[in-house]
């Protein structure tokens, strides 16, 4: 009898998506801010995501 492949937990996804993360060369960073900032934050990432693309 062979053991069924089951889908990946929610926390074997994450484990595997901060590991992809960290292979890319980004850096874990938890940020506290105020829900009317963030649409600012999600700019400014995106931003300097393009800055950073445009630079390779």
Do not use: C, S, Y
Not at 39 to 49: F, G, M, V, Y
């Amino acid at each position: 009898m062979t053991k069924e492949i089951k889908d990946p937990t929610a926390n074997q996804r994450k484990k595997n998506e901060r590991i992809r993360m960290k292979d890319l060369g980004f850096t874990r960073r938890d940020v506290w801010a105020h829900p009317d900032d963030w649409p600012d934050i999600r700019a400014l990432e995106k931003k300097l995501k393009n800055k950073r693309l445009q630079d390779d």
